[in-house]
């Protein structure tokens, strides 16, 4: 095989990488701030997949210019599940909140399937094959465009946390929980907006994905997996991280469908989790803490 | 023994255990063969939620894999089977060990390198997806398209190779339940029992007096992951066919842990009352819809998933401790 | 008399910064062996040394003639070391009883033996009335004794405590020191504690080492140690030598 085909699917899986980043940046902040682990995070996503493609069936309106409202949706709904179901589960033992958000996932994918059916849809778009050529490569054009929002999205999530006054309460909760109370925070009401947030993240990461594969209910767990597999390789609760694992899963992933078989490269994203959780388990872009 | 076994238990449970085995040994010739097979799934599930509370609800080991022992039980015993037709019997001699290997490697893994809580989980559905990806590949076993044992009618059954009737699968899956509950109530009662609580509660603590925690963690898993095997033994058989696609999937990993979860971690009939519950409840539905013409899938799971919301939040501790009250037994509990 | 803890230069740094430095100490069978010092001092550190959670830089850990120093919590444990947590860890979801049984295990390989053993102590310790409660119901002074007893139920030689009186009334103070004194007298324990009340260490500790930053300044009979000026001015101040 020409050396161009390696740095073709290198460049490939690196771009959808970066929209696993986002993903999984959205299950990392989550987790980070609340110590919720969400395990219907893939099924949010698929929420914010279906409402992209009920848009472009109705209106002809593209998933990445639609991203904003389809953000904002999830972020209203992720508020209204923090506020309502996971709240009063924040000081509940691990295996309780692990059963209210396995609750929750199944009813949204069930919802879906009477919704939508079982079977996969996608949409398509006026520029799903075409692709920019850079002297010997070809890269697709629907990746870069879907990379390119992931990095536009993440970069205002950062400066969120950085330069806003509620994304610097948040992070303070993160840090200090009790502290936080004490210096009067509604930590309630952060938690609400933060899981918000990571619900945005995740619609978001919806939209351009949809551009890339088809959506089926079913999704849902698959891809709940491959956040957790995300976050744990970069480092839980650290946002570069989580970009980072994004990269890396994205990148081995497609290296292991082109050298090996397609059908095994999940097999290869949980190699890699093995690996970290027994010789990194801070991640690689973690704190270690004892 | 057997005085331990029923060493502090009520007179009123007693009655009340004795009466439901009792029900439970009659069945098969009180019910048609319908409600026999959903009592068949009733008590798959209460053996399997049994084998799997000795790591949560005694040693406080998350494990959200536990599909991979019921597949690779499965998949052994099955495959000695069809290639060389070797009864299950034979095979669950290969089969435990098999899947005890797996614990062990898992176990060792993490509590050597100190894998903990949500952590553990994940490493315990990393192996499993594992298992399911290279079982897609392993031909030998049919890979993703399936591996099938022969079916006929059979007008007797065949114990020695499990051939045969519901009734049959019913009495042998309804031993296994019954022993396992003894097992695990001879342990829980016990010296292990005391430390594995003690691991459960604060590991740390446990240490300082004394207690070998690795070891003792290590202990549960093997005995989870044996008798796990035994379910996925027989799976195989009663189902006579296994996709990887379906064995070793996340969701059936859930819906291992789903009847102890609701029936009450840690307790010893928690477990039971889970399977008939969530099961009962799955049917009845199932039943209702059909009744009403309604036939859109995802209906049922819907209401499945409203229900379980109910439980988690109404009754955190599961619904058995708050049974046991209401019948006014006292269970040592978690 | 020989002793039965022999601590022989132990050092540990946690990221560079010393928190224990080159400290050795004797302690004899039948003892009450106080450390004080104030917070930071590296008081828990060396505690945690002793007791298998950390393993020194430097230096050695000596009991009943053996190593201890490179061994696991639970092989000081099984060694006839016996610790209590500075803030308390019961098995909040194991009655009281149950709580003391799991500790009697360890020498009564039978539950009936580990039961018995358990009443004596559930008794000596005023529990007993109380048997039947969940560990998490009971109040803090409760719940430390509880401790303390989680921790002999285990029939150590030595007995670690790590300030078991903080947080406790003066009258729970008193009730503590004579729970531990007929303990060291009738059971002949050996006890190595960490103490910041001092009416408790005066009352119970046949010697005091002071630690400081680290290092230790002083040891001594607690009546010589209180008045030495170095300590005075480290740690004790004025009001609490008067």
New interface residues.
């Given amino acids: 095989m020409p050396a161009e085909i390696y740095l073709n699917v290198a460049i490939s899986g690196i771009l959808t990488g970066l929209v696993y980043g986002l993903m999984a940046l959205g299950l990392s902040v989550i987790f980070g701030v609340i110590r919720i682990v969400n395990f219907a995070h893939g099924e949010m996503m698929t929420i914010g997949m279906y409402i992209a493609i009920v848009i472009f069936s109705a209106f002809k309106l593209d998933p990445l210019v639609m991203m904003v409202p389809i953000a904002a949706v999830l972020f209203v709904f992720g508020y209204a599940l923090q506020a309502s179901l996971i709240n009063p589960f924040i000081n509940r033992p691990e295996h309780s909140q692990f059963m209210l958000l396995v609750a929750i996932a199944l009813i949204m994918v069930n919802v879906l399937l009477i919704i939508f059916g079982p079977d996969a849809k996608n949409v398509q778009t006026s520029y799903a094959f075409d692709s920019f050529l850079v002297g010997p490569l070809i890269v697709d054009a629907t990746k870069v465009y879907a990379g390119g929002a992931a990095v536009l999205v993440s970069a205002i999530l950062f400066a969120f946390f950085r330069f806003t006054y509620i994304g610097q309460a948040i992070r303070a909760c993160a840090d200090n929980y009790v502290g936080a109370l004490v210096v009067g925070l509604d930590v309630k009401r952060l938690y609400a907006l933060t899981f918000g947030i990571g619900a945005a993240c995740v619609g978001a990461a919806g939209a351009m994905l949809v551009l890339i594969i088809d959506v089926t209910p079913a999704l849902g767990p698959a891809y709940t997996l491959l956040a957790f597999i995300i976050v744990i390789t970069g480092g839980l609760g650290s946002m570069p991280g989580a970009l980072l694992g994004g990269i890396l899963i994205g990148f081995t992933e497609a290296m292991a469908g082109l050298l090996f078989t397609p059908s095994a490269k999940s097999m290869f994203a949980f190699a890699l989790l093995v690996l970290v959780l027994l010789f990194r388990p801070q991640g690689i872009m973690g704190k270690r803490t004892t | 023994m057997i005085g331990?076994l029923f060493e502090g238990v009520p007179a009123r449970a007693l009655v009340l255990g004795g009466l439901l085995l009792g029900v439970l040994v009659a069945a098969p010739f009180l019910v048609n063969d319908y409600l026999l097979t959903v009592l068949i799934i009733i008590l798959y599930y209460a053996y399997t939620g049994q084998a799997w509370n000795i790591m949560?609800g005694f040693a406080g080991q998350?494990s959200l894999g536990h599909a991979l022992y019921v597949g690779l039980g499965a998949y052994t015993t099955a495959a000695l089977y069809v290639h060389f037709g070797v009864s299950p019997w034979i095979g669950i001699l290969a089969a435990i060990p098999i899947a005890i290997i797996g614990g062990a490697i898992i176990g060792f893994?993490a509590f050597r390198?100190?894998?903990g809580?949500?952590?553990f989980?994940?490493?315990t559905?990393?192996?499993a997806?594992?298992a399911r990806?290279?079982f897609?590949?392993f031909s030998w076993v049919g890979g993703?398209s399936g591996f099938f044992l022969p079916v006929a009618n059979y007008s007797v059954s065949d114990l020695w190779n499990l051939r045969g009737k519901p009734m049959m699968f019913y009495y042998l899956i309804l031993t296994m339940t019954v022993g396992a509950f003894v097992i695990c109530r001879l342990l829980l009662?016990?010296?292990i029992g005391?430390?594995w609580?003690?691991i459960r509660?604060?590991e740390?603590?446990?240490?300082?007096?004394?207690?070998?925690?690795f070891r003792y963690k290590m202990f549960a898993v093997i005995l989870s992951a044996g008798m796990t095997s035994l379910a996925g033994v027989f799976f195989a058989f009663f189902y006579n066919n296994l996709f990887p696609e379906q064995v070793f999937h996340?969701?059936r990993s859930?819906e291992l842990i789903l009847a102890p979860?609701i029936g009450g971690?840690g307790t010893l009939f928690g477990p039971v009352l889970g399977a008939f519950l969530l099961t009962g409840l799955s049917e009845s539905m199932h039943a209702i819809l059909y009744k009403f013409g309604v036939d859109?899938?995802?209906?049922k799971?819907?209401f499945?998933?409203?229900c379980?919301?109910f439980v988690?939040?109404v009754l955190?501790h599961g619904v058995w401790p708050w049974v046991a009250r209401v019948l006014g037994i006292r269970e040592?509990?978690? | 008399m020989s002793a039965l803890l022999s601590v022989q230069g132990v050092t540990k740094r946690f990221r560079g910064l010393l928190a224990v430095d080159n400290v050795s100490l004797e302690v004899a069978e039948g003892e009450i062996f106080a450390v004080i010092g104030p917070n930071g001092a590296g008081k828990t550190t060396l505690f945690n040394m002793v007791a298998g959670v950390y393993q020194p830089d430097q230096g050695q850990i000596e009991f009943a003639g053996q190593r201890l120093d490179g061994k696991t919590p639970d092989q000081v444990c099984r060694a006839g070391v016996g610790r209590t947590f500075q803030i308390v860890r019961p098995f909040p979801a194991l009655s009281v009883e149950d709580n003391v049984i799991v500790g009697a295990l360890l020498r009564h390989h039978g539950l009936r033996d580990a039961r018995e053993s358990s009443y004596g102590i559930l008794n000596r310790f005023d529990l007993y009335d109380r048997r039947h409660r969940l560990a998490s119901e009971l109040t803090l002074p409760d719940r430390k004794r509880l401790e303390v007893a989680r921790a002999i139920a285990t029939e150590p030689k030595l007995l670690l405590l790590d300030e078991v009186m903080a947080g406790l009334r003066p009258t729970e103070t008193d009730r503590m020191v004579a729970a531990l004194q007929r303990l060291n007298q009738e059971h002949r324990v050996t006890v190595l504690l960490i103490e910041h009340v001092m009416r408790a260490v005066m009352a119970l500790a046949s010697r005091v080492m002071v630690l400081h930053h680290g290092a230790a300044i002083a040891e001594g009979r607690p009546d010589e140690v209180v008045r030495d000026p170095a300590v005075v001015q480290s740690y004790l101040g004025a009001e609490a030598v008067g």
């Fill in positions: 331990q949560m998350l893994l390198f100190r894998v809580g949500v952590y989980a994940i490493l559905i990393a192996f997806e594992f990806v290279g897609d590949h993703s009662t016990g010296r005391y430390f609580l003690a509660e604060d740390e603590a446990a240490r300082a007096i004394g207690i070998d925690t996340i969701s859930i979860i971690i859109i899938p995802g209906v799971q819907v499945y998933g409203l379980l919301l988690v939040i955190p040592r509990r978690s």
